[in-house]
């Protein structure tokens, strides 16, 4: 069975930093490239970032670029998104996907999500 499980959510104030966890299992993780969606309250989903199977290459969305790393450890099976200098903007709920970019397909798997709020 395929699992993604996010973790490293919470309460956090403006220009405070998080580190989000996406524990993986039940698929080759290592050949998949992984990314960070969110979903702000009353909005629709964002891509925020993704990177490649060995972490070489990396993107970002605008709105993040700069403040936030996504990074992988593909012998733990775990993607990371590191978000420094958050603003309230960044309040959501962080899912973890597979693929890479910003098109989502039938064929990805995804996590729970976990939320985010950011105090102003």
């Known amino acids: 069975e395929v699992q993604l499980v996010e973790s490293g959510g919470g309460l956090v104030q403006t220009g405070g930093s998080l580190r989000l966890s996406c524990a993986a299992s039940g698929f080759s993780f290592s050949s998949v490239p992984m990314s960070w969606v969110r979903r702000a309250p009353g909005k629709g989903l964002e891509w925020v970032s993704s990177?490649?199977?060995?972490?070489?290459?990396?993107i970002y969305a605008s709105t993040v670029k700069g403040r936030f790393t996504i990074s992988r450890d593909n012998a733990k099976n775990t993607l990371y998104l590191q978000m420094n200098s958050l603003k309230p903007e960044d309040k959501a709920v962080y899912y973890c996907?597979?693929?890479?970019?910003?098109?989502?397909?039938?064929?990805?798997?995804w996590g729970r999500g976990t939320q985010v709020t950011v105090s102003s």
């Open positions: 996907r597979s693929g890479w970019g910003a098109s989502n397909s039938s064929r990805d798997y």
């Open positions: 990177i490649s199977t060995r972490g070489v290459s990396t």
